[in-house]
C-alpha cells in the first residue's frame, strides 16, 4: 500500500498515515486503499483494537488537492450536464466508503492525533471511536474555505459527539482549533505533553481494550450505534435481543470463574 501502512502487534492492529507527499495528505491511492484495510482488520480473527495515526510531524492535511485533480479535475469542465454530475456524484460516494469503513469495523478504533488533523482528517477521526491527542494537535473543519462543503462525514458525525454548536462554528468558520479547545468540547477525550506520549497512551488504552472479551467488546459498538438517534427505549429492547441472544458464552464463564479464583480472566471470544 502506498497510502497506508498497517503493522499488526497481537491483538492490536496500527494504521498509519502515509500520503504521497508532504502532511500525510489523502491522495487517490487513500480512498481505494483505506476502505480494504479497514475490512481486513474487521475480518482478521486475532485483531481486538485498532489505531490510527499519522507518520512524521503531523496527523494528516488532508485531501491531496493537487494529486487529486486527475480524479476530480474531468468533472469540474465542460458544461457539467447531468452526465457528469452524475459521475461526481458517484465519486464522492466511493470516497465516502473510505470513513464508512472505519465506523463499520467491528474492532474499537482510537485515533491519535498529533500535529495538524484537517479536513478530511476530521472526517475520520469522527468516525473513529476515540479521539485522543498530543499538546500540539490541531484541528480545522477547513473545507469551506475552499468553495467546498464537507462531504466526508464530519457534517454528519461530529454532531453527536460535539454539538450542532461547536460543530456549525468549526465547519462555518473553517478556523483552528488547538488540542485544549478540543478536549473542552470533546473531540478528544484526552491530550498528552508530547507525540511518544500520545502514542504511548493510545497503545495501552488499545491493550486495555483488547484484554476484555472481543464479542462483547463488538457487541458494545453495535448496541451503541443502533441507539444513535432513537428513542431510549428502542435502544433497550435492542440490547435485552442482543443479550439474549449472545450473553450465555464460554467468555462470561470464565469471568466468573477468574472472579472466584482472584486472577485475571483470559477471554478467547468464545
Known amino acids: ?12 492492529a496500527e494504521v498509519i498515515l502515509l500520503g504521497p507527499g508532504k502532511g500525510n495528505a489523502m491522495g487517490p491511492d487513500f480512498w481505494r486503499e483505506v476502505p480494504e484495510a479497514f475490512r481486513e482488520i474487521d475480518r482478521h480473527p486475532e485483531v481486538r483494537a485498532v489505531i490510527v495515526r499519522g507518520s512524521g510531524s503531523c496527523f494528516t492535511y488532508g485531501l491531496d488537492l493537487v494529486g487529486m ?17 452524475t459521475r461526481l456524484f458517484d465519486l464522492i460516494r466511493e470516497y465516502q466508503e473510505a470513513f ?22 476530521v472526517d475520520m477521526i469522527a468516525a473513529c471511536d476515540i479521539r485522543l491527542a498530543a499538546a500540539d494537535a490541531r484541528f480545522s473543519v477547513r473545507e469551506v474555505k475552499l468553495a467546498i462543503v464537507a462531504d466526508l462525514g464530519s457534517l454528519q458525525r461530529l454532531p453527536p459527539i460535539i454539538g450542532q454548536g461547536h460543530t456549525r462554528e468549526l465547519a462555518l468558520t473553517g478556523k483552528d482549533i488547538d488540542a485544549a479547545r478540543a478536549e473542552r468540547i470533546g473531540l478528544v477525550s484526552h491530550v498528552y505533553g508530547s507525540a511518544d506520549e500520545l502514542f504511548g497512551a493510545a497503545r495501552a488504552m488499545a491493550r486495555e481494550i483488547a484484554d476484555n472479551p472481543p464479542l462483547t467488546v463488538q457487541g458494545i459498538k453495535r448496541v451503541m450505534a443502533f441507539g444513535e438517534g432513537k428513542p431510549v427505549a428502542e435502544g433497550l429492547a435492542y440490547v435485552a435481543a442482543w443479550n439474549s441472544a449472545f450473553l450465555q458464552s464460554n467468555d462470561l464463564m470464565e469471568a466468573v470463574q477468574a472472579f472466584a479464583e482472584k486472577r ?7
Open 69 to 85: 485533480m486527475q480524479d476530480i479535475g474531468p468533472h469540474l469542465s465542460g458544461e457539467q450536464l447531468a452526465a457528469q454530475r
Open 1 to 12: 500500500m502506498k497510502s497506508i501502512e498497517v503493522n499488526k502487534d497481537g491483538p492490536i
Open 264 to 270: 485475571p480472566p483470559k477471554f478467547r471470544g468464545e
Open 100 to 121: 464508512d469503513a472505519v465506523e463499520a469495523c467491528r474492532k474499537p478504533v482510537i485515533a491519535a492525533v498529533h500535529g495538524w488533523c484537517v479536513g478530511g482528517g
